[in-house]
């Protein structure tokens, strides 16, 4: 079940009843004026997240993206409003575009001159195109400045490349013990089994070996330990793009070389003396490191049916933070509904979910997006 509606998000929050809510999974602004718009003009205020602290169910958690120049700002309005910050998750990315202006270019442009500009060898359009002819041949363009002045500063730029957004994880005080908290409202902990990280075996097995002690022999039986989990959510996710996957080291992990053996003292009862027993190490498991960390891919289904909003988030990503904080069935909400990417996670992921948007434009691809959603009604997540 699904409700949309239509407002101011300040407004409409005082119309929903006290502790009804189980998890709020929200994109809000980032107060950076993204593109000029309007909504983006600063982060959202005490008021706003005080209504979602109200709305919430005690020990009910908050996760809440920012931009990384306007975080600090974000998590202190969530922090006066009455919740408790429990950690930051960063989302990797690399896709971002550094919007950074060319010093020498601009010391040239304030002389009055104009030095040379080139395509640079790795330009191809696309992706890499360059926006205002202020990035370097990194990007597909090349600047040889004019004045000695701008030669000087040649290769200086103002920002760097965009590359994470933090997520502020924020919890509503709990009614007592955790236990208690989760017992009586269903919410206060992390659904940790849920969003591990990758599946892998630990099968080790202690084979039947001979051994001696003081003259006497006895038989070491053995012992077959086989468990799939999958590793401990992260405070890490990425969208496993080349250029970030490629920051991660080459490692093997989780075992020793294939081949070798473990020792270490045991105890045999039923002959009361004292036994070496050999372990055969299971297989180590190798490749990046970045597969230790969710990972959340885009596809082109997040800009389905002429989603146009600035900013839409992966729908796999989404879907992950829902789960993470949501217990079965609960209710998602979203203040900063925009183009509907949590309402549509929310649905594949079989719970109820109330989205809240200003703006009438958005909030028809939100109703499109989630709609479809809804009629398809749970998809079950499969582990990275």
């Known amino acids: 079940m699904s409700e949309l509606l239509l407002g101011d998000c300040l407004e409409v929050m005082k119309t929903l009843p006290d502790c009804s809510v189980d998890a709020i999974v929200t994109d809000p602004p980032y107060g950076l004026a993204f593109m000029g718009k309007r909504w983006d003009y600063d982060v959202p205020s005490v008021a706003i997240w005080a209504e979602c602290l109200r709305v919430l169910k005690p020990g009910g958690h908050l996760l809440a993206f920012a931009g990384t120049r306007t975080q600090h700002r974000m998590a202190v309005r969530i922090e006066d409003a009455g919740f408790e910050i429990r950690?930051?998750?960063?989302?990797?990315?690399?896709?971002?575009?550094?919007?950074?202006?060319?010093?020498?270019?601009?010391?040239?442009?304030?002389?009055?001159?104009?030095?040379?500009?080139?395509?640079?060898?790795?330009?191809?359009?696309?992706?890499?195109?360059?926006?205002?002819?202020?990035?370097?041949?990194?990007?597909?363009?090349?600047?040889?400045?004019?004045?000695?002045?701008?030669q000087q500063w040649h290769g200086w730029g103002t920002a760097l490349k965009p590359a994470l957004e933090p997520i502020t994880m924020a919890r509503k005080p709990l009614a007592g013990t955790v236990a208690a908290n989760v017992l009586e409202h269903g919410t206060g902990a992390l659904n940790v089994d849920g969003c591990r990280v990758g599946t892998g075996k630990d099968k080790g097995i202690w084979p039947v070996t001979q051994r001696r002690h003081n003259d006497v022999a006895f038989t070491v039986q053995p012992v077959e330990t086989d468990t799939t989990t999958g590793r401990w959510p992260a405070n890490l996710i990425h969208d496993g793009s080349d250029d970030v996957v490629g920051l991660f080291p080459q490692q093997q992990s989780g075992g020793f070389s294939q081949g070798t053996i473990q020792h270490s003292r045991g105890f045999d009862v039923a002959k009361g003396v004292k036994a070496e027993?050999?372990?055969?190490?299971?297989?180590?498991?190798?490749?990046?490191?970045?597969?230790?960390?969710?990972?959340?891919?885009?596809?082109?289904?997040?800009?389905?049916?002429?989603?146009?909003?600035?900013?839409?988030?992966?729908?796999?990503?989404?879907?992950?933070?829902?789960?993470?904080?949501?217990?079965?069935?609960?209710?998602?909400?979203?203040?900063f509904m925009g183009s509907g990417s949590t309402g549509k996670a929310a649905m594949l992921e079989g719970f109820e979910f109330i989205g809240i948007e200003r703006e009438p434009s958005y909030y028809a691809i939100a109703e499109q997006r989630i709609g479809r959603a809804a009629a398809a009604g749970y998809q079950p997540s499969l582990l990275p």
Request: proline share 8%; hydrophobic share 30%.
């Open 277 to 335: 027993r050999v372990r055969d190490a299971r297989a180590p498991d190798t490749g990046s490191a970045a597969r230790f960390f969710y990972t959340a891919k885009a596809s082109k289904d997040d800009r389905d049916d002429g989603n146009t909003h600035p900013t839409v988030k992966p729908t796999d990503l989404m879907r992950y933070l829902c789960r993470l904080v949501t217990p079965p069935g609960g209710i998602v909400l979203d203040p």
């Open 87 to 150: 950690d930051l998750t960063m989302w990797c990315y690399g896709s971002g575009f550094p919007k950074s202006l060319d010093v020498s270019k601009a010391i040239d442009k304030a002389a009055g001159a104009l030095g040379t500009q080139s395509q640079g060898a790795n330009y191809a359009g696309g992706d890499y195109a360059p926006r205002d002819k202020t990035m370097r041949s990194d990007y597909g363009y090349t600047y040889a400045p004019a004045t000695p002045e701008a």
